[in-house]
């Protein structure tokens, strides 16, 4: 049986750190991983770490999620390629279900894409 990704509240962040990694994991899976790779990092950017040791543990676990990251990477490129093959996933136009324009305002940078990213953003944060 196929381990499934943890809860979003428990251990996500240890658990994208350490997953092994597969051919056939899923393109949805590494997103997943990559946005708690992602949520760590602006954890520990943000937060304020008054004292050194704090800071070298910081320092090393921005290191692990920058090496995590690239080692996600190719993973990402045949996932996405298989998820886009098999339908799953679409072009990031689907960001913004009115807008149609396959023009070169479409696409993740889009400004109605940043303004979507935005509006999830606060709303996750209220």
Do not use: V
């Not at 049986?1 to 979003?8: A, C, G, L, Q």
């Not at 997943?32 to 050194?52: I, N, S």
């Not at 886009?84 to 305002?105: E, F, M, T, V």
């Amino acid at each position: 049986m196929k381990k499934p990704y943890p809860s979003r509240a428990k251990d996500k962040w240890q658990h994208a750190l350490t997953r092994p990694l597969s051919r056939r994991m899923k393109f949805e899976t590494i997103e997943l991983m990559r946005g708690d790779l992602f949520e760590f990092l602006d954890l520990l950017t943000t937060q304020f770490f008054d004292h050194p040791r704090s800071w070298a543990t910081n320092d090393a676990d921005i290191q692990r999620i920058a090496d995590r990251l690239k080692e996600l990477t190719p993973y990402r490129d045949r996932a996405a390629r298989a998820a886009l093959k098999a339908r799953r996933i679409d072009y990031a136009c689907n960001i913004d279900p009115d807008d149609d324009d396959p023009g070169p305002g479409c696409g993740p940078f889009s400004a109605r894409g940043w303004q979507e990213l935005h509006r999830q953003w606060e709303r996750a944060h209220q």
